[in-house]
Structure formats: C-alpha cells, structure tokens
C-alpha cells in the first residue's frame, strides 16, 4: 500500500512551483501536528486525575490568547501569500503565455472532444479536425486550451500537469500548460457528470515537435478525405 | 427588583428582565429568514439580469406599470389601515379593531385579485415563465423571475389575509383588549414586512 | 392544519398571552405525552432516536459504497434483495452508486449530524441550561419534529420510484440535477428538493424558538458571559440556520421549478447560469459546515471543562472565536468554486478570507489545550469522546490549510483528499462530539447511567478504526484519486491503489460493526443501567440541579445564577465544582448579603461515574 505523502511525479512547467507549494504547507502542518497532538497527549500523562490532585484555578491568560491568535494568522497569511503568484500564473488569462498552441476541448457525457485548428491554425475553420478521447501536444510548448461543455458540467483534470478547471456548459474557459518531457499521461474527469462519470476518461500524448507535427498533418489529411 | 429564588415557578409567569414577549421576538426574528428568503429570489433576479440583458424589455412594454402602480397605492394604504387597528385596540376601541381589520382584509385580498387579473392577461398574452413557449424571443428568463418573485410575495399576502381573517374572528369574540393584543401586534409586522418587500420588488421589477 | 389554527396555536404559545395554557399541570394522555408532546426533552429524545436511525441509513448506504470501492464488480453479501435497477445480482450498478453517494450524503448532513446536534442538544440543553421551565413556543416545537418526519419519509421514499433516489451528488449542482435526461432519475430528485425544503422549515421553526429562548428566557443572574458554551454555540448555530437555510430553500424552489415547469434558471440551453445554482448552494453551505461543527465545539468545551475539573480556558475568548466564525462564515464560500471557473481575483479574495477564519478555529483548539494543562483529568467515557474531538479536528483543521490555497488546490480539488479533509471535520470532529454529548447527557436525558466499560470499548474500537478509514484517503487524494467514482480501476494510473481502497473499505466494515456496541449500550442502559443520580459528573450547570430525568416544567424553583458555568475548583468552596445556582457565602438564600457572614454550604461532591 502507498501510504506516501510525496506528491507523484508533474511534468508541467509550473508543477514544481505547485509541488513546493505543497511540501511548504506540509512540513508547516506537520509540525503543527506533532506540537499540539504531542502536547495534548503530554497533559493527559502530567494531569490525569490522581487522589487528592485539585485542578489550577485559572480562567486563562491574555498574552497567551493574543500569541496564538496572532501567530496562526501570520502562518496562513503567509502561505496564502506563497500561494498566490502560482495561482495567478495558473488561472489568470492575463498571465497565460501569447504564443501558445490554441485547442479547444468540448466535454460532453462521457468523452473528450479535442478539437485542433488544422492548417491555417485557426480555429473554426473547416480544416478543424477532432479526436476524441486523444490530447496530443508537442513537447515544451505552450498549449492553449479553452473548455467547453454540451451538456453538464465536467471538470479537466491533468494529475500529472497539476491542472484542473471545471468546463462548464454555456461558457468557454481557458487554460494553459506547458509540458517538459514527452510520454503518455491522463487526462480525467473530476466532476460527477452522471453515471459514465468514472469512464470519461482520454490520454495525454506528449510529443516531440517533429512527431507532432507529422501526426497533425496526417490527422489533417485524414480530414481532407 | 428581587428575583426571590424560593417563589415557585409558575409557567405561566414570564421569565423575569423580559424586553419584549415571546411572540413579537420570534416574528421579527421569522421575518429575518424572511429577508434571506426574498435576498435568495432577488439575488438570483440580478444576476440573471446581468447576465442576459437581451431577455428583458423596456418598462412597460409588457408588464402594465399603471395597473401595478395602483396595486402597489392599495397595499400601501392596507398598512396605514393596519396602523389604525393597531392603535384602536392599543386604546381599547373594539369597534375601531374590527372595521380597520375588515378594511385591511378587504384591500389585501383586492390586492391578490388584481394580482390573479394580471397574471391571467399576462399568460393570455404569451408571457410565461416556460422556456419551450420562448425559444423564439428568448424572454424567458424575464418571465420567471417575474413570476417567481411577484408569485411568492403574493402568496404571502394570501397567507397574511387569511391570518388578518382570522384575527377579526377573534376580535369579534373580543379576545383582545387594550393590555392584551399580542395577535393583531404580529400580524401587523408581518404585514408591514410584506408591504415593504412589494415597495422593493414593485421598483426592480416594474419600474427598472 | 388550517391557517386559522396555525394562528390560534402561535397565539397560544406565548406564555405571556391570555391563550396560552400549559399542559403540564395536568396528567397528558400517552400519544400527548410521547408522540405529540411539547415538552422539550420529549422532543429532544424524539429527535435522537429519529436522527439515530438516519445515521444507521447513512452508515449502510456508506457501507455499500465501500462495498463496491473494496470489491469492484463483486455482488453485495445479500445484495440480492435489490431490484435489478439498482443492483442485478448483487452487482451494484453504475447509477445505483451514483444515489449511494448522494443518499449517504445527504442523510448524514442533514438528516443525522444536524438533527443530532441541533434537533437533540439544542432541545434538551437550551432550556436547562437557561433555567428555562420549557422553550419559547413548545407547539412550534413539536411542530419542527414532525416536519422532519415528514421530510425524512420522502426522501426514504425516493429510494422506491421509478429511477431511483438522487444521483447527482448531495451538492446537485446545476445542469446535471435539472433534468432526468443527464442522470436518469427523474422523480427521485424532485422528491430530494422536496424533502430538503420541508426539512428546512424544520430547522427554521426550531432556530426561531432557540433564539428566542436564549434571549427571552433565561433564569435571573443568567447574563450574556454565563451561558455555558453548549447553548451559545447553540444559539449562534441558531442564527447561522436562521439565516443560511432561506437561501437555500429559494434555490431549491428554482431548481425545483426548473424541473417540473420547465423555467431555466440553471439551464444554460436557456440561458441560465449553472454557477448561480453554486454560489446560492455554498453561499447557504459554508455557513452550515459551520452549523455542522460548532454545536459539537459546545459540547466538547463543556465535557473538557467538568472531566478536566477546570474553569475553560479563555471563556471570552472561546464566545468571540464562534461570533467571528459567524459573520466569517458568510464571506468565504468561494473557496468551495476555486476550480469552477470564477475570476481568479475573485479567487484570491475568497483565499484571503478562508485562510481568516482558521484562525477562530485555532483559537479554540488552544483554549482546549489550555484547558487540559494543570487540570485534573477524569477518562470517562465522554471525555474519551471529547478528547479525540480535539486530536480529530487538529487534523481536519491542518488538512484544510492544503485546500485554502487556491494553487494546491487545484490538484487536490474533487480528490479523495477532499473526502478525508471533511470526514475529518464530519466523523472525526461531529461525530465524536456527538458521542461525547450523548454519554455525557444520557443520565439526563434517560435518568439511568451508560455502561461504562462497554462505552469505552466502543470509543477505542471507533477511534482506531475510524483513523484506518480515513486517513489513508490522504494518501489515495495525493496520488490523484478523484472523489465519486464508481470504479477507480477504470484509471491506469489508479490501478495500484486499489489495495489500500480494499483496506479502507475493510475498516469501513468494521467501523461500521463497532456501532452495534454502542446500540446495545444505549438501549440496555436504558432500561438496565444504574440508577442516574441528579448530579453525576459534579458538573456546575443549571441542568444538574434537577432530577434525572427532570419533571415536566423543570425547576421547581426558579433558579438564581450567582457565577459563570465553569468554576471548577475555585478556591472559594472544598468540592472541586461550584454549581451556578449555589448562593455565594455570605448570601442568604434570597441572594442579598446576610446580616452575619456563614460560611457558604458546600457542595456534597457525589460519587462520579466511572471513577
């Protein structure tokens, strides 16, 4: 059983700032845990009842209260500081990177749609092609994509990208990701969208530039035909 | 005042340093979950509004401001009526109590009739909350945000006529005097509550 | 019941008004006396047994899902019983599961941990703790009862119609909730929407009579700074219900609407806002996990103060961290949406304000700490009880630091770290609490001690297999697993972890098991236990100055208060408790200062249970 608590291995440009993030928040936590759970069970050793032990007589103490009130509001502070520039560079459409690749992905029960702008790379076009199930990207370069849904709400989910945005029907929103090595990843859905929800699922193909573009092109003459 | 902790404790004696009684606490703390309620519908008006200006008209255009405007004179004057009764009662008027309850009744339910009146010539005109009668204009969210919040407030001044009814009935018996008219006091909020909130939801849905 | 009635009965609640007439003066029939009764701790005892059986509901709908999670495929031992809708053979079907998860958690959030917290403490302690003879309108209250009967029948009766209960998810976000064309069931989520609007009218009915209580009718000397923290939480719970569940119920009426005729409020093919049914959705369910956790606090502040023999640490301090959690309850239920779409600045504010309001909640959990340090610390079973509520929500607090940053967030979202992080906060936090105020209270509430030995078996087995259920599924949500799905296996990528599901759901199964002791216990203690003195745990509260079980109207003397709940071991008297109501020495028992000063009559300590 894998009782680890080390995130498994990201393959996106911003996964590692993601990642530290975590294991930041997680030695904070930690510790945090085995001070108060180590200190609880301290007290009940030291003052459990004994014959003739009265308890102290005290109602508290206001320099205490005023340091553990003000001592977790700048730990939280801080991490939610810490948090905020990965957040921006994830969610923020302003900050997404101007040449990249553009998709879209239409979600509808209980599969993938991955729509690629063919060859004038524009989308909307009649040489669009569509896969399904099948995201395929080049290694190392920014890709673009805007959700969509038909019917429910749906969620993309990249585990290996640290990627997730709900697609939600009636709306088109953008994410972006970059990855750094080539292989096969997943791609999931992580939002209940009715019984077939678990088996919505596609896989991630990351190839290198040359190998991506002879597989678009071919995708693209199968189009033609 | 010496709360002497021997005297024997008489249920229906009330608790001691009490401001206000029970009844008229809890209805104004009902009429908070009330606000909430009307903040939900409300809400969820403007937003959609936001969201799709397209759906809405003009005022006027479909909704009859004039008519509701004189609905909204009719329920106005039912307060200052229920203000009357209030202060008859508070003086022992008996008399005073019950016309001014009748005549409280009597604008509410004209009140809901014209209501039923409006909505009868709205549906006749095509304008329903039903999403399949709409696909061509693409008004139907106008259409159910306007009869879900003017629907609800007009069932609540169905619910509050038919307690102001029962309340005369219970004047007639003389159950109220002047020391003692918790009833005709918590009818009375409710129903300046429900005027209030058809002063708001006659201003955003009629008139902007 | 009639309009007319329904006025003529609130009329005749008011003890203060010339209808009212008590009915305690007189001997009551049995169905006046035990089935519509107005006696709050009738009604309290009618809300636990009621909320016992949904939490029985809830633990078998609990268990079939890890069932299916353990053994993927497999048939059900005796799951035969079922039609071949849901389970053909034994073999749980995709959208079979799909109601087990929405069932379980909708019977558990509002059917059980609710009712128990607030329908169970909230009955039986407001008034006794207040000096009370009875709540502020005791026919509303029975009224707010059988509306949950009422509620809790249909949403057992979906279960039965054609394409079985809700399946959408206990959240039944907008679209897939709006229509039988996503999910298959049609009925059942119009029965769902139903049942959870009258179960609201529930709790708003019970929330106006609390609050009106707490304010109108506590005993003299009972000020503000006195109430113990039971019936504080209580009260502030009261507040949060009053004002949270409206803005749920107008959302149900729309969804309701948008599936029975045909409006489009959350349909986007009709230009509706499916985000607009989540935002009235989390703006009433931030303020109910609130609801959800700070009865309990209450609670566990109570049995740590007595069993500690202690004063609680920073009463003042303990009042103001659950004021501030109520008006921060309000502001951060976007933390809930960081993954659906929202504008991402939006994004950051609701990080802002959800990292603020862990801090009240730290605060507590160091008073409790506090509270134990130099005490004199008893193991009885609801201290057991209460002490893992503070070990438990440590955990469930520090997991919910990973969430609230919207960037770790992203991942963790919709994972079974979710799922770990709220039954954390929900078993290990309320659950526990609940256990603790239930062993704590029962003498009261039943006038017979609980076994003790059997108690703390109970407790230890539930502590330890709780943990094995739960807190590998921090682990299952850091490698990717995402919640709600029927079979994980259908990912490669979560293919080996399913030996450690099949280990959870082993524990499940046994933690489930555990709670038959605590059945036994609770209904051999009943009828078999010892007899419950008045005062059993020398505690100092109003509660413990009357019979066990207390008569009909209370007290027999109105009560004066002469000091805060929690003087234990006040240097003041011998005994290590100093009850509320105990004049002071040198008071004479009409609370003015004696011409002579005596030495005040001290507490005769009695025998503690368990000791």
């Given at each position: 059983m894998n009782w680890s608590w080390m995130m498994p291995e990201t393959v996106s440009t911003y996964g590692p700032a993601i990642d530290q993030l975590y294991y930041v928040i997680l030695v904070i936590t930690g510790v945090v845990f085995f001070l108060t759970e180590g200190a609880l069970i301290a007290f009940l050793v030291m003052y459990r009842?004994?014959?003739?032990r009265k308890a102290a007589y005290i109602h508290g103490s206001t320099k205490a209260e005023v340091v553990w009130t003000v001592v977790p509001f700048l730990i939280v502070m801080a991490i939610a500081l810490a948090s905020k520039s990965s957040w921006d560079l994830v969610?923020?459409?302003?900050?997404?990177?101007?040449d990249a690749m553009r998709l879209v992905v239409t979600a509808k029960q209980f599969e993938w749609n991955v729509t690629y702008p063919g060859?004038?790379?524009?989308?909307?076009?009649?040489d669009d092609f569509t896969v399904r199930n099948q995201l395929h990207i080049p290694v190392n370069r920014a890709v673009r994509v805007n959700l969509r849904a038909e019917d429910v709400i749906h969620s993309f989910f990249l585990p290996e990208f640290r990627l997730k945005q709900d697609a939600i029907p009636g709306r088109e929103i953008p994410v972006w990701f970059e990855a750094t090595r080539t292989g096969e990843f997943t791609l999931g859905c992580a939002?209940?969208?009715?019984?077939?929800h678990y088996r919505m699922k596609g896989t991630v193909y990351v190839h290198t530039e040359a190998d991506f573009q002879s597989w678009a092109a071919s995708r693209a003459e199968e189009q033609q035909q | 005042m010496n709360h002497s902790a021997t005297a024997v404790m008489d249920p229906r004696h009330p608790m001691?340093?009490?401001?206000?009684y029970n009844l008229k606490l809890g209805m104004w703390i009902f009429l908070l979950s009330e606000v909430m309620f009307f903040t939900s519908l409300i809400g969820s008006y403007i937003i959609l509004r936001f969201a799709h200006p397209e759906h809405w008209t003009e005022p006027g255009v479909i909704l009859n401001v004039s008519l509701t405007a004189v609905n909204t004179f009719l329920l106005i004057c039912s307060s200052v009526t229920m203000v009357k009764a209030f202060a008859a009662i508070e003086q022992g008027d008996q008399k005073g109590l019950k016309l001014w309850l009748l005549a409280t009744i009597l604008i509410g339910a004209s009140f809901v009739g014209i209501q039923f009146f409006e909505y009868t010539k709205l549906i006749h005109e095509g304008?329903?909350?039903?999403f399949a009668a709409y696909t061509a204009e693409g008004a139907n969210l106008y259409g159910a945000t306007f009869y879900l919040m003017t629907g609800f407030h007009g069932a609540h001044v169905t619910i509050g006529v038919l307690c102001l009814s029962f309340v005369l009935f219970r004047a007639m018996k003389g159950a109220y005097t002047s020391e003692s008219y918790g009833g005709v006091e918590i009818i009375g909020l409710y129903w300046h509550f429900v005027d209030l909130v058809w002063i708001i939801l006659f201003t955003i849905v009629y008139l902007l | 019941m009639s309009t007319a009635q329904l006025v003529s009965s609130l009329e005749k609640?008011?003890?203060?008004?010339?209808?009212y007439t008590d009915e305690g003066l007189h001997e009551l029939s049995f169905i006046r006396k035990y089935?519509?009764?107005?006696d709050h701790k009738t009604i309290a005892k009618q809300f636990l047994f009621l909320s016992l059986f949904f939490l029985v509901v809830g633990g078998a709908l609990a268990g079939m899902m890890r069932w299916q999670l353990g053994f993927p495929g497999q048939p059900l031992?005796?799951?035969?019983?079922?039609p071949d809708t849901m389970a053909p053979g034994g073999i749980i079907l995709p959208e079979f599961y799909n109601s087990l998860v929405t069932m379980h958690g909708t019977i558990m959030i509002f059917f059980a941990i609710m009712p128990l917290l607030v329908g169970v403490f909230g009955n039986l302690l407001i008034p006794l703790q207040l000096g009370a003879?009875?709540?502020?309108f005791p026919r509303l209250n029975m009224a707010s009862f059988w509306l949950a009967v009422v509620a809790g029948t249909v949403m057992m009766a979906s279960f039965l119609v054609?394409?079985?209960?809700?399946?959408?998810?206990?959240?039944?976000?907008a679209p897939l909730s709006t229509?039988?064309?996503?999910?298959?069931?049609y009925l059942g989520q119009q029965l769902w929407l139903v049942s959870l609007i009258i179960m609201g009218a529930s709790s708003l009915t019970g929330a106006v009579n609390y609050i009106t209580t707490v304010i109108n009718m506590?005993?003299?000397?009972?000020t503000w700074f006195r109430i113990p923290l039971p019936t504080w939480s209580l009260f502030i719970t009261a507040i949060l219900i009053l004002l949270a569940i409206p803005i749920l119920t107008g959302g149900l009426i729309m969804l309701l609407f948008d599936q029975?005729?045909?409006?489009?409020?959350?349909i986007p093919a009709g230009?509706?806002?499916?985000l607009l049914w989540q935002h009235i959705f989390w703006f009433f369910g931030h303020p109910e996990v609130y609801i959800l956790i700070l009865p309990a606090m209450g609670i566990v502040s109570e049995v740590l103060s007595c069993r500690a023999r202690k004063?609680?640490?920073?009463y003042h301090a303990m009042v103001l961290a659950m004021v501030s959690i109520a008006f921060l309850g309000w502001v951060v239920w976007g933390h809930h949406m960081f993954?659906?779409?929202?504008?991402p600045m939006l994004g950051t504010s609701f990080m802002i304000s959800t990292v603020v309001i862990a801090v009240p909640s730290a605060i507590k959990t160091f008073n409790w700490l506090g509270t134990l340090w130099r005490g004199d610390i008893h193991f009885d079973t609801p201290m057991l009880h209460a002490l893992s509520f503070v070990s438990m929500f440590i955990i469930g607090g520090l997991s919910g630091i990973f969430m609230a940053a919207p960037a770790v967030d992203i991942y963790l979202h919709d994972t079974y770290f979710i799922v770990a992080h709220l039954h954390y906060v929900l078993f290990g936090g309320s659950l526990f609490g609940i256990f603790a105020g239930i062993t704590f209270w029962f003498p009261k509430m039943f006038g017979r001690m609980m076994g003790e030995g059997l108690g703390k078996v109970h407790f230890w087995l539930t502590f330890i297999f709780y943990n094995l259920v739960f807190f590998p599924m921090h682990n299952l949500g850091i490698q990717g697993m995402m919640r709600r799905?029927?079979?994980?296996?259908?990912y490669e990528f979560l293919q080996p972890l399913q030996e450690m599901s099949t280990f959870i759901s082993i524990s499940a199964f046994l933690l489930v098991g555990t709670q038959s002791l605590f059945a036994f216990n609770f209904f051999w203690s009943m009828f078999r236990g010892r007899q419950a003195p008045a005062n059993p745990w020398n505690s100092?509260?109003?509660?413990?100055?009357?019979?066990?079980?207390?008569?009909?109207?209370?007290?027999?003397v109105m009560p004066t208060v002469y000091r805060g709940?929690?003087?234990?071991?006040?240097?003041?008297?011998?005994?290590d408790f100093y009850p509320q109501d105990r004049p002071p020495p040198g008071a004479g028992p009409g609370g003015q200062a004696a011409p002579e000063p005596t030495p005040g009559p001290a507490p005769t300590p009695e025998p503690v249970a368990g000791d």
């Amino acid at each position: 059983m894998n009782w680890s608590w080390m995130m498994p291995e990201t393959v996106s440009t911003y996964g590692p700032a993601i990642d530290q993030l975590y294991y930041v928040i997680l030695v904070i936590t930690g510790v945090v845990f085995f001070l108060t759970e180590g200190a609880l069970i301290a007290f009940l050793v030291m003052y459990r009842h004994k014959e003739g032990r009265k308890a102290a007589y005290i109602h508290g103490s206001t320099k205490a209260e005023v340091v553990w009130t003000v001592v977790p509001f700048l730990i939280v502070m801080a991490i939610a500081l810490a948090s905020k520039s990965s957040w921006d560079l994830v969610k923020n459409p302003a900050n997404f990177p101007a040449d990249a690749m553009r998709l879209v992905v239409t979600a509808k029960q209980f599969e993938w749609n991955v729509t690629y702008p063919g060859a004038d790379g524009r989308i909307g076009t009649a040489d669009d092609f569509t896969v399904r199930n099948q995201l395929h990207i080049p290694v190392n370069r920014a890709v673009r994509v805007n959700l969509r849904a038909e019917d429910v709400i749906h969620s993309f989910f990249l585990p290996e990208f640290r990627l997730k945005q709900d697609a939600i029907p009636g709306r088109e929103i953008p994410v972006w990701f970059e990855a750094t090595r080539t292989g096969e990843f997943t791609l999931g859905c992580a939002e209940l969208c009715g019984l077939g929800h678990y088996r919505m699922k596609g896989t991630v193909y990351v190839h290198t530039e040359a190998d991506f573009q002879s597989w678009a092109a071919s995708r693209a003459e199968e189009q033609q035909q | 005042m010496n709360h002497s902790a021997t005297a024997v404790m008489d249920p229906r004696h009330p608790m001691p340093g009490m401001q206000v009684y029970n009844l008229k606490l809890g209805m104004w703390i009902f009429l908070l979950s009330e606000v909430m309620f009307f903040t939900s519908l409300i809400g969820s008006y403007i937003i959609l509004r936001f969201a799709h200006p397209e759906h809405w008209t003009e005022p006027g255009v479909i909704l009859n401001v004039s008519l509701t405007a004189v609905n909204t004179f009719l329920l106005i004057c039912s307060s200052v009526t229920m203000v009357k009764a209030f202060a008859a009662i508070e003086q022992g008027d008996q008399k005073g109590l019950k016309l001014w309850l009748l005549a409280t009744i009597l604008i509410g339910a004209s009140f809901v009739g014209i209501q039923f009146f409006e909505y009868t010539k709205l549906i006749h005109e095509g304008f329903v909350p039903n999403f399949a009668a709409y696909t061509a204009e693409g008004a139907n969210l106008y259409g159910a945000t306007f009869y879900l919040m003017t629907g609800f407030h007009g069932a609540h001044v169905t619910i509050g006529v038919l307690c102001l009814s029962f309340v005369l009935f219970r004047a007639m018996k003389g159950a109220y005097t002047s020391e003692s008219y918790g009833g005709v006091e918590i009818i009375g909020l409710y129903w300046h509550f429900v005027d209030l909130v058809w002063i708001i939801l006659f201003t955003i849905v009629y008139l902007l | 019941m009639s309009t007319a009635q329904l006025v003529s009965s609130l009329e005749k609640e008011d003890r203060t008004q010339p209808g009212y007439t008590d009915e305690g003066l007189h001997e009551l029939s049995f169905i006046r006396k035990y089935v519509f009764s107005t006696d709050h701790k009738t009604i309290a005892k009618q809300f636990l047994f009621l909320s016992l059986f949904f939490l029985v509901v809830g633990g078998a709908l609990a268990g079939m899902m890890r069932w299916q999670l353990g053994f993927p495929g497999q048939p059900l031992p005796g799951g035969g019983v079922f039609p071949d809708t849901m389970a053909p053979g034994g073999i749980i079907l995709p959208e079979f599961y799909n109601s087990l998860v929405t069932m379980h958690g909708t019977i558990m959030i509002f059917f059980a941990i609710m009712p128990l917290l607030v329908g169970v403490f909230g009955n039986l302690l407001i008034p006794l703790q207040l000096g009370a003879p009875d709540m502020a309108f005791p026919r509303l209250n029975m009224a707010s009862f059988w509306l949950a009967v009422v509620a809790g029948t249909v949403m057992m009766a979906s279960f039965l119609v054609e394409g079985g209960a809700a399946g959408a998810g206990w959240t039944s976000y907008a679209p897939l909730s709006t229509s039988g064309e996503w999910t298959g069931v049609y009925l059942g989520q119009q029965l769902w929407l139903v049942s959870l609007i009258i179960m609201g009218a529930s709790s708003l009915t019970g929330a106006v009579n609390y609050i009106t209580t707490v304010i109108n009718m506590r005993a003299p000397g009972m000020t503000w700074f006195r109430i113990p923290l039971p019936t504080w939480s209580l009260f502030i719970t009261a507040i949060l219900i009053l004002l949270a569940i409206p803005i749920l119920t107008g959302g149900l009426i729309m969804l309701l609407f948008d599936q029975l005729i045909g409006t489009t409020f959350f349909i986007p093919a009709g230009s509706g806002e499916p985000l607009l049914w989540q935002h009235i959705f989390w703006f009433f369910g931030h303020p109910e996990v609130y609801i959800l956790i700070l009865p309990a606090m209450g609670i566990v502040s109570e049995v740590l103060s007595c069993r500690a023999r202690k004063p609680i640490f920073g009463y003042h301090a303990m009042v103001l961290a659950m004021v501030s959690i109520a008006f921060l309850g309000w502001v951060v239920w976007g933390h809930h949406m960081f993954q659906s779409g929202m504008n991402p600045m939006l994004g950051t504010s609701f990080m802002i304000s959800t990292v603020v309001i862990a801090v009240p909640s730290a605060i507590k959990t160091f008073n409790w700490l506090g509270t134990l340090w130099r005490g004199d610390i008893h193991f009885d079973t609801p201290m057991l009880h209460a002490l893992s509520f503070v070990s438990m929500f440590i955990i469930g607090g520090l997991s919910g630091i990973f969430m609230a940053a919207p960037a770790v967030d992203i991942y963790l979202h919709d994972t079974y770290f979710i799922v770990a992080h709220l039954h954390y906060v929900l078993f290990g936090g309320s659950l526990f609490g609940i256990f603790a105020g239930i062993t704590f209270w029962f003498p009261k509430m039943f006038g017979r001690m609980m076994g003790e030995g059997l108690g703390k078996v109970h407790f230890w087995l539930t502590f330890i297999f709780y943990n094995l259920v739960f807190f590998p599924m921090h682990n299952l949500g850091i490698q990717g697993m995402m919640r709600r799905l029927y079979d994980p296996n259908e990912y490669e990528f979560l293919q080996p972890l399913q030996e450690m599901s099949t280990f959870i759901s082993i524990s499940a199964f046994l933690l489930v098991g555990t709670q038959s002791l605590f059945a036994f216990n609770f209904f051999w203690s009943m009828f078999r236990g010892r007899q419950a003195p008045a005062n059993p745990w020398n505690s100092n509260t109003l509660e413990w100055t009357v019979p066990s079980p207390p008569p009909h109207g209370n007290f027999a003397v109105m009560p004066t208060v002469y000091r805060g709940p929690y003087e234990y071991s006040s240097p003041e008297v011998d005994a290590d408790f100093y009850p509320q109501d105990r004049p002071p020495p040198g008071a004479g028992p009409g609370g003015q200062a004696a011409p002579e000063p005596t030495p005040g009559p001290a507490p005769t300590p009695e025998p503690v249970a368990g000791d």
